[in-house]
Each structure stands twice: as structure tokens, then as C-alpha cells.
């Protein structure tokens, strides 16, 4: 994998060994369905070719917390491989772990409409998935994807996505939806780290025109170095 994998895949194992305590003080953004899911920490994935100075995504929360929500194929293989992160014993462990989620995250997350901001964000910089990397905010679900406190978010940063970050070394942070930067905002991110804010659609049907112009200024940095 890449440079500095046993630190990044220390950082990641960490993450998915937290619980649902450790960030929240209550109940009342927990899912009711899938509940073993519901307090496992999703922490991410990594590109086999990642090297710090690369762009990492962030979302705000994992999908999966509706009322509604049922178990469906992708998102078994995806927790039982984060449980396997978790329960790794040892440093090699822990790096082909982090390997085998990531390679299986990036291919179902390219069946996802998010795929498609992803996708324009990575040409922009003038990466691929293998050298890029992607994470939420909060690494648990919430209950109809409800917005997490301020103090529940900072303790998430402090706890799990800011080590996981450190460990990473990105250039920026690009925020994929408002939400997500308004979370890293409250996290306090952008004092450590430069945070990039890129407008959703509904959807992700289409991208708008705030992220067309930020994708633009993205380009123009990659054409002037």
C-alpha cells in the first residue's frame, strides 16, 4: 500500500473501535434498525496509492439510519469488513484489514450517486480513487440522518476523524454537501486544515453550479503547479 500505512491503518483501527458512547451522551440519535450496525464505527476508506499532500473526501454521516431502512447485500460485506478492522490483531492485520474494507467500500460507493461528485472532484485535482481517500465527519448513523450537537461533533474530530486526518496528511479537505462542511466547521477542522466546501444537489443528480465554480479553482491549482 502506501507510504506511512501502519500509522493511517492504526488511526483507522482506532476509529472503529469506538462506541456510540464515546461521541454521544444519549439516545436520541440512535437508529432503531440494524442496531449492531448502528454502533459500529464506519471509519473510511484509503486509496492503495494514497500519499499525504493527496485531497480527502468527507461526508458528513454514514447513510442507513431511516426508520425504514433494511439490511441490503452491500452494506452486510461493508460492516462485517469494518468489524473485521476492529477486531484485527496487530499491525500487519490491522494494514490488510484497512485494505480489504477500502477495496470493497470504493467499489460500492461507485455504485452510489455520490459517485458522481466524487468522481468530478478527482478530475479536478487530477487524482484517481487509488490515491484518494474518503471519510464522514461522524463515523456512526444517525437516526434519519438527524444533525449531530456541536459537542457531539467536536468529540468525534478529537476521537476519531482528526487523528484519522493527522494520520493522512491530506492538502485539503474537500466537504461533500453543506453539511458536511458546517460539521467540520463546528468541529473546528478549519483551524488545522484547509476545508473546501462543494454544493450538493438532491440526489446528487446533477452538479451545481457552486461546485462547477469549485472544481474550476481546483483545476487551476493543479494546472499552476
Not at 482506532?14 to 440494524?34: E, H, Q
Not at 458536511?180 to 476545508?195: F, I, K, N, S, T
Not at 440526489?203 to 461546485?211: E, L, N, P, R, Y
Amino acid at each position: 500500500m502506501f507510504n506511512n500505512t501502519e500509522t493511517v491503518a492504526a488511526a483507522f483501527h482506532a476509529t472503529a473501535n469506538l462506541r456510540r458512547t464515546d461521541i454521544f451522551t444519549d439516545d436520541r440519535l440512535t437508529p432503531i434498525c440494524s442496531l449492531a450496525d448502528a454502533h459500529t464505527a464506519a471509519p473510511g476508506w484509503v486509496g492503495p496509492n494514497w500519499a499525504p499532500g493527496g485531497t480527502l473526501l468527507m461526508g458528513i454521516n454514514p447513510g442507513g439510519g431511516g426508520d425504514d431502512y433494511r439490511v441490503n447485500p452491500h452494506d452486510a460485506e461493508l460492516y462485517d469488513l469494518i468489524r473485521a478492522l476492529r477486531d484485527a490483531d496487530g499491525e500487519a492485520a490491522c494494514v490488510a484489514a484497512l485494505a480489504s474494507l477500502s477495496a470493497a467500500w470504493i467499489s460500492i460507493q461507485a455504485t452510489h450517486s455520490i459517485s458522481r461528485v466524487i468522481n468530478a472532484v478527482l478530475a479536478a485535482v487530477g487524482q484517481k480513487e487509488s490515491q484518494s481517500a474518503f471519510m464522514n465527519v461522524l463515523p456512526f448513523r444517525t437516526r434519519e440522518n438527524k444533525p449531530a450537537r456541536k459537542d457531539e461533533l467536536r468529540r468525534a474530530w478529537d476521537l476519531a476523524t482528526g487523528p484519522q486526518v493527522a494520520a493522512l496528511q491530506p492538502r485539503r479537505i474537500v466537504a461533500l454537501g453543506r453539511r458536511a462542511y458546517d460539521a467540520l466547521l463546528a468541529a473546528g477542522a478549519d483551524r488545522e486544515h484547509r476545508v473546501i466546501p462543494l454544493k450538493r444537489s438532491i440526489g446528487d443528480s446533477v452538479i451545481t453550479k457552486q461546485a462547477k465554480e469549485v472544481l474550476e479553482q481546483l483545476r487551476a491549482e493543479k494546472d499552476a503547479e
